[in-house]
């Protein structure tokens, strides 16, 4: 009865596919004047990530 199905968020960049769980340590955070906290890739260092997608 008790299944509650945890969707854990992950993190995907749209440039070599990267992809790791939302807000994990693999990602690189890093602060931009004006638009604040942006999560980049470590694997080819773009900023052209989706982030907060659940992937069941
Ligand atoms: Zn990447």
Known sequence: ???KST???R???LNCGFEA????EEWIQIEVPKLG???QCPNCDSTNVI???SIA
Request: hydrophobic residues 15%.
């Open 21 to 24: 769980p939302d807000g994990d």
């Open 37 to 39: 906290r942006m999560t």
């Open 11 to 13: 993190s995907r960049c």
């Open 51 to 53: 982030t907060g997608q």
């Open 1 to 3: 009865m008790a299944s």
């Open 7 to 9: 969707t854990r968020k």
